[in-house]
């Protein structure tokens, strides 16, 4: 059974100004540390702005050119510091296959393959990650009904199956730069996530 563990506040954001409460858990099978940043009390609410960021180090830290991550992360907490929601930050480093293994799968797109690609080269499929534990914790705070912050098709029918209610999918932005954009297109092409190129 899945439960709260602790909760705190902190203030975050490029300028570290925005509050929210970090949150950690018990009981989560797969022993990965997921947390989730709530702000406005967004849990208090029907139908909160959700988002299921999977942990991108190279992208959420770095801001590497090679992904969106890490601009998709800094778009969400902007507008959930005004408009309130609930960020899981989800320990699935590379869609679920780890950094290192990212990064080996880094080395195979420098040398030509894309990203579905060098994971299947490596021996992986697309993408490992799950979202049960996911739904967990929404329960956890109560929830079942949700508005979803992704482009992805795969976490909407994950939760979905999970027993969650998705009430409204919103998109993020298509955040293109020097490095990014074959990225991006493979996924749209071949992983079908919803971009809009235009915005
Ligand atoms: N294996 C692999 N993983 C990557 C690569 N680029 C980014 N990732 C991982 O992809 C995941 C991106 O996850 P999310 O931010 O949840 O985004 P998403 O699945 O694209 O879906 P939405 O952003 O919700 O539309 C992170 O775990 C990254 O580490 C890559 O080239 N190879
Ligand atoms: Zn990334």
Do not use: W
């Amino acid at each position: 059974m899945v439960n709260v563990r602790a909760r705190v506040p902190f203030k975050v954001g490029l300028k570290s100004n925005i509050p929210a409460d970090l949150l950690s858990f018990n009981g989560l099978e797969s022993g990965k540390e997921h947390v989730a940043v709530i702000f406005k009390d967004a849990d208090k609410t029907s139908a909160p702005l959700v988002r299921m960021h999977s942990e991108c180090l190279t992208g959420d830290v770095f801001h590497s050119s090679r992904c969106d991550c890490g601009e998709q992360l800094d778009e969400t907490i902007e507008k959930m510091g005004e408009l309130g929601g609930i960020i899981f930050y989800l320990r699935q480093e590379g869609r679920g296959i780890g950094l290192y293994n990212k990064i080996d799968a880094y080395k195979l797109q420098s040398e030509g393959m894309n990203t579905y690609e060098a994971n299947n080269h490596l021996g992986f499929g697309d993408d490992l990650r799950e979202f049960g534990e996911a739904a967990q914790m929404l329960k956890a705070l109560g929830l079942t009904d949700i508005r979803l912050v992704t482009n992805n098709p795969k976490k909407i029918r994950e939760l979905s199956e999970n027993g969650i209610n998705i009430v409204e999918v919103v998109g993020t932005k298509a955040h293109v730069k020097d490095g990014n954009e074959s990225y991006l297109k493979t996924k749209a092409s071949h992983g079908h996530h919803r971009f809009n190129f235009e915005s």
